[in-house]
């Protein structure tokens, strides 16, 4: 099948990357076309970024088409559309073609783990097997240097990881699992203190550690509505205590509140 070149090389960098992209391929073609099928181009909000599926008029329908998929929250991540050139393209030639619009990273989510410990290795591991990015920070070299070398994920070596706050994004998922309670609170009360409102906050631990924390948390002017959504303890309430069993069910309730925001959004 025909593409221009640099295409699967550019389509495996913006895979790569996480960012929201289309990639719109000429899959039928019937009468006089000004591409062959097969071709391919790819598009991102900014518009074209590499390949062709005919140039003109019917290049220009295709990128506004992908740009609107990437803009419609309520977009499903494949639709295949049929033109006729002439009229519905307002093109000359009597030309009827087909495209297939694939939307790759259509409502991206990240997932960011404080702390690389035993639990934190199998989550992050777990997680990677999902189609999403993954930041994991810890101060300690060496367990960073345990985790994978995988292109979704990202490892963050900082000596207090409470600043990596400042860089957490709205959609993100976020999991406090780093050496124990006294460092779970500081990166818990910088969330607070920046107002975010996460779809996903949690923290390693039972229910006391959870009593405890909001204690504390309220004492530090932290309020009882923006304690109300922390999950302590975190994952689906399998009864598993091994680092894999709680990544398995940590993996799967964040799967879960996922699926509930995006059954949301496409009833809007």
Known sequence: M????????RL???AADGKPFVLVTLVEAV?????????????DASGLRCGTVGGGKVEQRAIATAQELLADSASKP????????????????????????????????????????????????ALLLLDGRVVCVDSRTEWLDRLPDASPLEKVLLAEPRDFVTRLEAGDY?????????TDRPILEAIF???LVLPY?????SRAKREVLCREL???????????????????????????????????????????????????
């Open 2 to 9: 025909p593409a221009p070149h640099g295409v699967i090389e």
């Open 12 to 14: 495996a960098e913006m």
């Open 31 to 43: 009468g006089s076309v000004p591409q062959d099928v097969g071709t391919k181009m790819l598009v």
């Open 78 to 125: 494949c639709t295949l559309v049929e033109w006729n050139l002439k009229r519905d393209v307002g093109m000359t030639c009597g030309g009827t073609v087909r495209l297939l619009f694939e939307a790759h990273h259509l409502h991206p989510w990240r997932v960011v783990v404080f702390g690389a410990g035993h639990v934190g290795q199998a989550v992050v591991r």
């Open 174 to 182: 976020v999991l406090c699992m780093t050496m124990g309670h006294a």
């Open 193 to 195: 203190r920046a107002g």
């Open 201 to 205: 906050l949690g923290v390693i631990g």
């Open 218 to 268: 309220m004492a530090a002017g932290v309020s009882a509505a923006q304690l109300a959504p922390l999950r302590c303890p975190v994952g689906l309430p399998i009864g598993g205590n091994q680092p894999g069993e709680i990544a398995v069910s940590v993996a799967a309730e964040i799967i879960e509140v996922r699926s509930r925001i995006a059954r949301g959004r496409g009833a809007e």
